[in-house]
């Protein structure tokens, strides 16, 4: 039973992209579950909150999974979720997540896919509100005298997920990459994989020179390098979003994962 973390030096660098495709390369001839913890950005439909991440996962896993029990704490605002939790009074805890986790790890897949959201040290708030003394002030952690938070890779930490880090190439991309890596690795987390992902349509300036300094940089394998593919084709056709995850599921060399 293996399960990996998804995250991205950023929002919007093709998390949940590599994520369909990975699910769709991996459901060939495995049992695949998807989790997308924490969503923010959501449409209120028949009273459930429903994220677009969540039901593009729900389409290519094979678990038979509905989109709550793949996406368990959802706000409808798109925002950064503790700030959204906090605006509800409410708050995301470790303890919340790591029980929606074992829901779906009950499922026994062959793989868990976990999409994150954000980037890597995506705050989940403050570590508990009980802790916060009477007279209000915050909770200060004496190391850094800033007050004591929660991330969602404290979760990926506790969980022992494996990370395959996704790589929005961009100008700036070489920064965001290393520095995520290297905050992984200091972590105390297993980063097994990285994939280079072009986002967007305009392709950044050596671009092929940009994915061999990474190669470079980074000492894990780059299991896959997805172009940019543009809604309409060459020949003037359009191009569904399962047509292009099954085009980049074609790109993936699973094997390192799968050791
Ligand atoms: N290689 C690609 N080709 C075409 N569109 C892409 C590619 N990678 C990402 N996108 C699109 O870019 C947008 C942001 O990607 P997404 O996977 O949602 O990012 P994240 O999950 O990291 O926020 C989405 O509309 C997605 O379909
Ligand atoms: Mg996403």
């Given at each position: 039973?293996?399960?990996?973390?998804?995250?991205?030096?950023?929002?919007?660098?093709?998390?949940?992209?590599?994520?369909?495709?990975?699910?769709?390369?991996?459901?060939?001839?495995?049992?695949?579950?998807?989790f997308?913890p924490?969503?923010?950005?959501?449409?209120?439909?028949?009273?459930?909150?429903?994220?677009?991440?969540?039901?593009?996962?729900?389409?290519?896993?094979?678990?038979?999974?509905?989109?709550?029990h793949?996406?368990p704490?959802?706000?409808?605002?798109?925002?950064?979720?503790?700030?959204?939790?906090?605006?509800?009074?409410?708050?995301?805890?470790?303890t919340q997540l790591t029980h929606h986790f074992d829901k779906v790890k009950s499922l026994n897949?062959?793989?868990t896919?976990?999409?994150?959201?954000?980037?890597?040290?995506?705050?989940?708030?403050?570590?508990?509100?009980?802790?916060?003394?009477?007279?209000?002030?915050?909770?200060?952690?004496?190391?850094?005298?800033?007050?004591?938070?929660?991330?969602?890779?404290?979760?990926?930490?506790?969980s022992?997920?494996?990370?395959?880090?996704?790589?929005?190439?961009?100008?700036?991309?070489?920064?965001?990459?290393?520095?995520?890596?290297?905050?992984?690795?200091?972590?105390?987390?297993?980063?097994?994989?990285?994939?280079?992902?072009?986002?967007?349509?305009?392709?950044?300036?050596?671009?092929?020179?940009?994915?061999?300094?990474?190669?470079?940089?980074?000492?894990?394998?780059?299991?896959?390098?997805?172009?940019?593919?543009?809604?309409?084709?060459?020949?003037?056709?359009?191009?569904?979003?399962?047509?292009?995850?099954?085009?980049?599921?074609?790109?993936?060399?699973?094997?390192?994962?799968?050791?």
């Open positions: 039973m293996k399960q990996f973390f998804i995250t991205a030096t950023d929002t919007d660098a093709g998390k949940t992209f590599a994520s369909c495709a990975l699910i769709h390369a991996l459901t060939k001839d495995k049992k695949v579950a998807a997308k924490i969503s923010a950005g959501c449409e209120l439909i028949d009273g459930v909150l429903i994220n677009e991440d969540a039901k593009l996962l729900s389409k290519f896993a094979n678990c038979e999974q509905s989109i709550t793949i996406n704490i959802a706000f409808k605002q798109p925002i950064a979720p503790h700030i959204a939790a906090k605006k509800e009074n409410t708050q995301i805890s470790l897949a062959d793989i896919l976990v999409e994150g959201a954000g980037g890597w040290r995506l705050p989940l708030g403050q570590s508990s509100l009980d802790a916060l003394p009477q007279d209000g002030n915050e909770t200060l952690n004496d190391e850094n005298k800033r007050p004591a938070y929660q991330f969602l890779s404290d979760f990926v930490k506790a022992k997920l494996q990370v395959i880090l996704i790589v929005n190439m961009k100008l700036g991309c070489l920064n965001h990459a290393l520095l995520t890596y290297e905050t992984i690795k200091a972590d105390g987390v297993d980063c097994i994989a990285w994939i280079a992902n072009c986002a967007v349509g305009e392709s950044m300036n050596n671009l092929s020179e940009n994915i061999s300094e990474l190669e470079l940089l980074l000492p894990i394998p780059k299991i896959a390098q997805f172009d940019y593919i543009a809604d309409i084709d060459e020949e003037g056709h359009e191009v569904s979003f399962y047509q292009k995850i099954n085009l980049a599921a074609q790109h993936i060399n699973l094997a390192p994962l799968l050791v």
